[in-house]
Nanobody, 125 residues
Framework: QLQLVESGGGLVQPGGSLRLSCAAS????????VGWFRQAPGKEREGVSC????????NYADSVKGRFTISRDNAKNIIYLQMNSLKPEDTAVYYC??????????????????WGQGTQVTVSS
């Protein structure tokens, strides 16, 4: 079974940067799209970014465009989310997700069957 583990979260000041990592095991991710999601207290889980299986197509939520960059290293079976110019409203638990049948880039929760445990990102002065 596909398993995902996020890492790289932490506490940063506004304007700072973090790079999140999502390591996969069980399957090679070469054939699967991967999505990054986040959930803040009292809010629904939100699709932040996605990347296609080949890495040739990406998509971002309007709130993070120009600040976040998703990428993948298929040789290492790792997906990254580089987050720059962080704002307090970016504070949330961040999750990565994948599915053996998902190859297209989407930011929909129901499209993914495998989820990581999440990593906390806190942006505060």
């Amino acid at each position: 079974q596909l398993q995902l583990v996020e890492s790289g979260g932490g506490l940063v000041q506004p304007g700072g940067s973090l790079r999140l990592s999502c390591a996969a095991s069980g399957f090679r991710l070469d054939y699967y799209a991967v999505g990054w999601f986040r959930q803040a207290p009292g809010k629904e889980r939100e699709g932040v970014s996605c990347i296609s299986s080949s890495g040739g197509s990406t998509n971002y939520a309007d709130s993070v465009k120009g600040r976040f960059t998703i990428s993948r290293d298929n040789a290492k079976n790792i997906i990254y989310l580089q987050m720059n110019s962080l704002k307090p409203e970016d504070t949330a638990v961040y999750y990565c997700a994948a599915d053996p049948f998902q190859a297209m880039c989407v930011r929909t929760v129901v499209a993914f069957g495998s989820w990581g445990q999440g990593t906390q990102v806190t942006v505060s002065s």
